[in-house]
């Protein structure tokens, strides 16, 4: 989803939101009025009430899910147009009959709009103070909505009689469906999945049969046959619904939703949360009515101050939750509201508003609308987009069930307590609210120890090996490098050097055999070596310690290879690291180990770098070879064919499902722990049947893993899709698939992209990646439909000569086209990158090349490719906000190079797509930055709301150092100097202490 919000986005939903609560309360000081123009009688009277809070109840679920299915704006407006419309035929109608109904269509309407329009603002402000300040938003129109429904109820009422409250609701709907329909961002599209109509039936009846059944029994008692008989069907179709889900291919509530135990304790608290919420405006203007005698528009003026607390509270609610954290602001909100319905609870029959209402009001608005904020963010806590929808319906059904069930009980308290009292009637009436009053602060003080016990605050992850603080450096030898600690691992195969290894089933054909079964050693694939000390005068120098440094340019200079791993704490910082950069930025690089020289770049053994931030400070830095059998010489070719663990994982580094792993582009990836050890290779469980690209893409929709697996050989091209979990869910052979060297690709919302370059195997080839240029291979795109059996509609387009390595991102425009973009070279760019990285004769010390960013548009429908290059500055290592992977994007990043004729230089490049500008943040002399990495701000509204982080290593101080930039305007905000100089390298990711 689009993060195009602004504040009139906000505003809208919020409208939609205050509509939502207003429809339900609005019409409760006019129901004297109602009765009398409508006909009703006292029962009819009690329907015009609970017909709307029925529907609204029993299809909340329905609701949310339909909006993650059909699209969360979609359903949203449809809603408000419901909403609407029903409200107009409430203003109009005459017939008693016909206006219950038109207030169940109007529950209806609103049971469509409030998950939609949550998950709306779920999506448009990721975690963070933005989405906290959006809920405190939510939080005051939820809210204040009750008490302005009272106030606003009054007035009209009192002004144009009771119909002027529905035609003011009905204004209101159109104008706030206006407002959606112009601001909402249009990528809220059909989400994958059935629509459980089983499922939605039994829940339906179930609630509906709860909610009324509560309902009555605030009237008729508990015994009364027909609440006996509602509730007993409620238990009957919840049973039958719960039995229906698990059978279910697509369940109408996700098991998915309640994993991590979150959602669900926040649902739970809820639904405590709600009994005294709507009990609440429940009681209070009962009191101030019956006992303290004040008319309709003075009772609604008397809410204000009440409204004005639930506001300021909303208001607070982020900073509160940044002082104290998210679990102590909640249970210090809930005891601050069961104060101040303790102090509700002394109110007597000769009191006044001033004396008994007024000073209680505030501590209770104000904890009320605190404690809504953070429950209503726990409840979306890590719920995928996906399921925005369902989650923001099932926390509003349990608000409100549990509200029902909630007034239900108190109402029977106090009438009871009521009608058994011996005092005047007003004294009476005094003693039965005082009791619910007191029995809402018992209810919230329990909530509070059960919240106490749910919502533990989560720590991040200490440290796993105690470090001497005072030893900037802890310093292993790579002659002293400690094994892989032995431990199981479901998916895990191959642990320690060769020990292990498992090989695929498919021989490889013999003409490969001879390329790559030579070792890293084998003296026909080096050349002459000579003895350099390694950083001398470097501050984390070890006296004497010597390697053999090749001549290749691709182990010298910002590449020169570490020769150890080290362990480094407290980093110093200069500037100011953002506070909400919590986590790990993890790169990746090929190093071989001292005294090895690869062939070809590629083929050095793989080590990875971590940096950790966290609340402003640089806490370490580790560096650690991938322990995979490559490291320590294992061929490729066996005689029993491809060995699939004898990777270099030393490409990229990503981080799915709570795994961390390590990829390359032939072979399994290989997972890592926190501290980056090696666990071992990993085969998703024995399905990964080939190898695994190393540019797996995650749908920010649904959390799934894509990726290909590609070989010289038959089947070329393997496609697969993992779940949220990491289970391998789809596989398939891509038919037309060729030879050609396939190391990147693109998803959209509804496609997958290939892209087959000019680059392709070559067996005569001796570097040890037997690829080259062809001119024989055509350049193709291939578009294949992200369905089931997509593989057999896959569609291939002739394209010009070319080879792109990596994408910056695709989408499907407003006419259906698929757009493409990413650096692209020709033959000549092809070549001079090649020379660099086989070490041939006439290259560059440093990397140059002739990589430029060009745009492909496919049209479908016409079956034709329009192709441009768009640039003239040589970037490689595109990167985005990947919140818009497979959308339209606004902005693209990437790493500038010098060209062949030396234009350009090293530095940080931004697009814009929208305008066509650029903009350079130059690295400066002898400072190569690697791959800039995006993390969105919290609170981001905008899409290059974030930062860049990239890793600079610089030559003349012999050091490296992490640059934190504002995305915005790339300027610097942040400089870690890091302990050692980094190994110039490829690809990395940025993993935040929530996914871990």
Not at 30 to 48: C, H, K
Not at 406 to 424: C, D, F, I, N, W
Not at 853 to 869: F, I
Request: proline fraction near 6%; hydrophobic fraction near 45%; charged fraction near 15%.
């Amino acid at each position: 989803m689009r993060k195009t919000a602004t504040g009139t986005v906000l505003t809208a939903l919020a409208a939609a939101q205050f509509l939502v609560v207003l429809g339900n309360s609005i019409v409760n000081v006019a129901l004297p009025q109602i009765r009398e123009g409508a006909g009703l009688t006292d029962g009819g009277t009690t329907w015009v009430v609970n017909a709307y809070g029925l529907a609204f109840g029993a299809l909340l679920l329905a609701g949310g899910r339909a909006a993650d299915l059909l699209g969360h704006r979609r359903v949203l407006m449809g809603g408000l147009a419901v909403f609407g419309g029903a409200s107009a035929v409430a203003g109009v109608t005459s017939s008693a009959g016909l206006l219950i109904a038109a207030r169940a269509v109007q529950g209806v309407g609103a049971a469509a709009v409030a998950p939609a329009a949550l998950a709306v603002v779920m999506g448009l402000f990721p975690p963070g103070p933005g989405r906290g300040r959006a809920l405190g938003v939510w939080g005051a129109v939820s809210g204040a909505g009750g008490a302005a429904g009272v106030l606003l109820g009054g007035l009209l009422a009192q002004a144009w009689g009771w119909r002027a409250l529905f035609f003011a609701v009905a204004a209101g709907a159109f104008a706030v469906l206006a407002a959606v329909a112009v601001s909402a961002p249009r990528s809220a599209e059909r989400g994958g999945g059935r629509f459980d109509l089983l499922g939605t039936a039994m829940i339906t009846l179930s609630l509906t049969g709860l909610v009324w059944g509560l309902a009555t029994a605030r009237e008729q008692g508990w015994t009364d046959a027909r609440v006996l008989g509602a509730l007993a069907g409620a238990l009957v179709f919840g049973t039958l619904f719960v039995l229906a889900e698990r059978r279910h291919a697509d369940p109408l509530v996700p098991p998915r939703l309640f994993q991590g135990g979150r959602v669900a304790a926040a649902n739970a608290l809820m639904a405590l949360f709600g009994s005294v919420w709507i009990a609440l405006f429940f009681f209070l203007p009962l009191y101030q009515q019956e006992v303290l005698g004040e008319g309709p528009l003075l009772t609604g003026l008397g809410q204000l101050p009440l409204a004005g607390a639930i506001m300021l509270g909303s208001a607070l609610s982020p900073r509160i939750t940044a002082r104290i954290g998210a679990s102590r602001a909640l249970l210090a909100a809930l005891v601050v509201e069961a104060a101040g319905l303790l102090w509700l609870s002394r109110i007597s029959a000769d009191g006044s508003y001033l004396a008994d209402v007024l000073g209680p009001s505030v501590p209770v608005g104000f904890g009320l609308s605190v404690a809504f904020v953070q429950l209503t963010a726990l409840s979306m806590d890590g719920v995928a987009k996906a399921d925005a929808g369902t989650a923001g319906g099932l926390i509003n059904t349990t608000r409100q069930v549990g509200g029902a069930a909630g007034l239900a009980v108190l109402a029977t308290l106090a009438g009871s307590l009521t009608a058994g009292s011996s005092q005047p009637h007003l004294q009476g009436l005094t003693d039965g609210y005082r009791a619910a009053f007191a029995a809402s602060a018992v209810v919230l003080l329990a909530t509070a120890v059960l919240a106490a016990c749910l919502t533990r605050p989560t720590e991040r992850n200490p440290e796993m090996r105690t470090i001497d603080e005072t030893a900037p450096v802890i310093v292993r030898l790579s002659t002293t490098i400690d094994a892989p600690r032995d431990r199981a691992h479901r998916g895990v195969v191959g642990r320690g050097a060769c020990r292990g290894r498992r090989r695929a089933t498919r021989p490889g054909p013999a003409r490969l055999a001879p390329i790559l079964a030579r070792g890293p050693e084998d003296p026909r694939r080096a050349d002459r070596l000579m003895t350099t000390p390694f950083a001398a005068g470097h501050p984390n120098h070890i006296k004497g310690e010597e390697f053999a440094m090749a001549t290749k340019p691709y182990l010298i200079g910002h590449y020169t290879p570490a020769v150890d791993e080290i362990t480094a704490t407290g980093l110093t910082v200069e500037g100011h690291l953002p506070p909400e950069l919590n986590g790990r930025l993890i790169r990746n690089s090929h190093n071989p180990k001292p005294g090895v020289t690869p062939t070809h770049w590629f083929k050095g053994s793989g080590m990875v770098h971590g940096i950790r931030l966290g609340d402003g400070r640089a806490e370490w830095y580790r560096n650690r070879w991938v322990r995979t059998p490559a490291l320590d010489g294992a061929p490729y070719m066996t005689e029993h064919g491809p060995d699939m663990t004898a990777s270099t994982a030393g490409t990229h580094v990503i981080e799915h499902a709570g795994r961390l792993l390590a990829l390359c582009e032939a072979n399994f990836p290989f997972e890592l722990d926190a501290e980056l050890e090696t666990v071992g290779a990993y085969d998703f469980d024995g399905k990964l049947r080939s190898a695994m690209t190393a540019h797996p893409k995650t749908d920010p929709v649904t959390g799934e893993l894509h990726f290909f697996g590609s070989s010289p050989f038959p089947p070329y091209l393997l496609y697969y899709i993992a779940d949220a979990k990491g289970r391998i869910v789809h596989s398939a052979e891509i038919p037309g698939a060729t030879a050609s060297l396939k190391h990147d690709f693109a998803i959209t919302r509804h496609h997958v992209v290939f892209v087959e370059g000019s680059v392709t195997f070559d067996p005569a080839e001796h570097s040890g990646i037997p690829y080259g240029w062809s001119d024989a291979q055509p350049s193709r795109i291939g578009v294949m439909p992200r369905t089931d059996d997509g593989a057999a509609e896959i569609r291939w387009f002739d394209i010009e000569p070319g080879n792109m390595l990596h994408a910056a991102n695709a989408y499907e425009d407003a006419r259906g086209r698929i757009v493409l973009e990413g650096p692209t070279v020709d033959r000549q760019g092809f070549q001079l990158s090649w020379n660099w990285w086989v070490g041939a004769p006439g290259r560059s010390t440093e990397p140059v090349t002739r990589s430029y960013t060009r745009r492909w548009v496919v049209d479908l429908a016409q079956g034709s490719v329009d192709e441009q290059t768009i640039d003239d500055l040589a970037v490689e290592f595109p990167t985005l906000n990947e919140d818009y992977l497979g959308t339209e994007n606004r902005y693209t990043y990437a790493v500038s190079f010098p060209d062949q004729d030396g234009f350009g230089g090293y530095g940080v490049v931004k697009y814009d797509r929208a305008t066509g500008a650029r903009r350079v943040h130059q690295a400066g002399d002898a400072r190569l930055p690697s791959e800039a990495v995006f993390v969105p701000a919290e609170g981001a509204v905008n899409e290059d709301d974030g930062y860049l982080l990239t890793v600079v290593s610089d030559l003349k101080q012999d050091a490296s150092q992490l640059l934190v930039l504002d995305a915005t305007g790339l300027g610097r905000i942040a400089t870690v100097h890091l302990p050692r100089r980094v190994t110039g390298g490829i690809h990395g990711s940025w993993i935040p202490d929530t996914d871990q």
